[in-house]
């Protein structure tokens, strides 16, 4: 799940990027208003995390030109302003929610999570498909009610492609879900995780749809060999 994080401070920002990223976020960070203006319009984000406290545009002034240009990005606003009424604006304003500092990291990754599962219209923590099915808080992945260990890279990507399933995934859709700026993406990293995936889970996991991308299929056979 990649992310947007708009905080100036850069000890706060820092230990925010950091923690996020070890639940499993791929976490882009901006320091102004601005930048994250421009990025959140520009797309690729699952969510953001907005400071209301931004050096060249306030992040309330961020939040009410994104609901102004109708976009729907669900935003969590972090900000030390802790009165009721600024509460009331922000949300009023088109926050999704509304964290006061100092935050607990597995607080704001359990809101951002259920943010994302609002956006995709699904309440449930657990996505099931056939005999695969993924605990997104525990970040804990089944297969016929086995257990099974799964890289990072591998459980975000099964992650992607079971929230979008049904749906075809192209392999730069799929890239920038998983990797935040800055990371060297190697041409076929895509296909190798897929490999591991399809070795863990069944062939049948996740389908090729040649010249497009990759696909869950709605439903999966209860055993496949």
């Known amino acids: ?10 000890i706060l920002g820092d230990g925010l990027r950091a923690g996020l990223r070890q639940q499993g976020f791929a976490v882009d960070w901006v320091r102004d208003g601005h ?16 400071d209301l406290g931004l050096p060249m545009k306030d992040g309330m002034d ?18 030390a302003r802790d009165a009721i009424p600024d509460r009331i604006r922000g949300l009023d304003t088109g926050a999704d929610d509304y964290v006061v500092k ?36 525990a970040r804990l992945v089944r297969y016929q009610g086995e ?17 979008s399933s049904g749906r ?7 890239e920038q879900q998983l990797y935040s700026w800055g990371f060297e993406v190697d041409s076929n990293a895509i296909e190798v995780h897929i490999h591991h995936l399809r070795k863990k889970l069944g062939p049948q996991s996740i389908q ?12 999966l056979p209860e055993a496949q060999s």
């Open 102 to 137: 100092p935050v607990d990291l597995h607080e704001l990754g359990a809101r951002l999570r259920s943010l994302i599962r609002r956006a995709h219209g699904n309440l449930q923590q657990t996505l099931e498909c056939g005999p695969i099915s993924l605990d997104v808080a």
């Open 168 to 174: 075809v995934l192209t392999r730069e859709q799929l």
């Open 62 to 79: 961020v939040l009410r030109t994104l609901r102004e240009r109708r976009c729907s990005l669900p935003v969590l606003v972090l900000t």
């Open 1 to 10: 799940m990649r992310i947007l994080l708009a905080e100036d401070d850069p």
């Open 147 to 163: 257990t099974v260990q799964l890289s990072q890279r591998e459980y975000d990507l099964l992650h992607a492609l079971m929230r």
């Open 208 to 219: 090729t749809v040649r010249g497009v991308g990759y696909t869950m299929p709605t439903t």
């Open 35 to 50: 930048a994250a203006e421009r990025e959140i319009l520009a797309g690729g984000f699952e969510a953001a995390v907005l």
